[in-house]
């Protein structure tokens, strides 16, 4: 169940930075959208993308963040940004891969900006939805 909450709270925040950001896009298979509609397609779409998106937080990001730790230090935390941007890259990159595609045109405004709007609503939308480990206490 944690992790249905978790993908549904990554496409939910993908789905705002798409929304505030023109730079960013997220599409689907046409022929998903012939047979269930445009609507269903894009919502399949942000959660496949979500899914890609909680893999690669799951596998890549604890090794960058190690890596990167000296310089998140000196930075007092700044450059994590910049590794969450790095991940939305690495996002849109895999998941050009899979029929549902995130398009991110350029590193620097387009994907830092992502990385902070990311952040913002799924801390938000994580104090707000039930936590597995909260609803057993």
């Known amino acids: ?22 730079g960013m896009d997220i599409t689907g298979s046409t022929a998903l959208a012939d ?38 230090c000196l930075t007092l935390g700044l450059f994590a940004i910049v590794v969450n941007a790095l991940m939305i890259t690495l996002t849109a990159w895999l998941s ?9 045109e350029d590193f620097f405004w387009t994907a830092v900006l992502a990385a902070v709007v990311v952040a913002i609503v799924s801390a938000v939308l994580g104090r707000i939805l039930p936590d597995a480990d909260r609803a057993r206490d």
């Open 1 to 22: 169940m944690g992790f249905l909450i978790r993908t549904i709270v990554n496409a939910l925040a993908l789905a705002a930075a798409v929304w505030l950001l023109p």
């Open 35 to 72: 047979s269930v509609g445009e609507r269903p397609a894009a919502v399949i779409a942000y959660l496949v993308v979500a899914i890609v998106f909680g893999l690669v937080n799951a596998l890549v990001r604890p090794l960058v963040a190690f890596v990167s730790a000296p310089i998140t």
């Open 96 to 104: 050009g891969f899979t029929p549902f595609v995130l398009e991110v």
